[in-house]
């Protein structure tokens, strides 16, 4: 018994020790990218950058997932769990098919309630509803965003 709880202490103290990003999985032909540059950036360059950081990789022929999982990788190597990196990750997986999991990505993109008044919140249910096909959730998520107040400024 004492041996099976040590490996069991070991396997969890290795899997929540590091920070740092997984090993990468094999990309695709095609798909090949700067992933220690990529990695480094900052999250506004490497998320908001339309002609760098993840978008150009995402923009290729087949690299989708490979794109995701570098969002992923970013978000686990620099300890960020903000909403905009999950929203992205989703989109990508989602146009790549992967809907299970763009859906459980989207769903930790919310914000707290006292935070959404742009509407943000209505704009993930309209998506995942979309995503799962349900056309009530779907009409019900539309008629919240609309009833979101445009900007004054």
């Not at 087949?62 to 990788?73: E, F, M, S």
């Not at 098919?97 to 990505?105: E, P, V």
């Not at 979309?130 to 056309?135: A, I, T």
Request: proline residues 7%; contains cysteine; aromatic residues 6%.
């Amino acid at each position: 018994m004492p041996k099976r709880l040590a490996l069991i202490l070991s396997c969890t103290l290795l899997a929540t020790s590091s920070q740092a990003a997984p090993p990468p999985a094999a990309v695709p032909a095609g798909c090949e990218h700067d992933r220690a540059r990529l990695l480094a950036l900052d999250e506004n360059r490497f998320d908001q950058d339309l002609d760098g950081g993840w978008r150009t990789l995402a923009e290729k022929p087949g690299c989708k997932l490979a794109a995701a999982d570098l969002i992923r990788d970013y978000r686990q190597a620099h300890g960020n769990d903000a909403g905009l990196l999950y929203w992205h990750e989703a989109q990508v997986r989602a146009f790549a098919g992967q809907t299970g999991a763009a859906i459980a990505l989207m769903e930790k993109s919310r914000r707290p309630a006292q935070a959404d008044a742009g509407g943000w919140n209505a704009y993930v249910d309209a998506s995942i509803a979309f995503l799962r096909r349900d056309r009530p959730a779907l009409d019900k998520a539309r008629q919240e965003l609309a009833a979101v107040p445009f900007p004054t400024d």
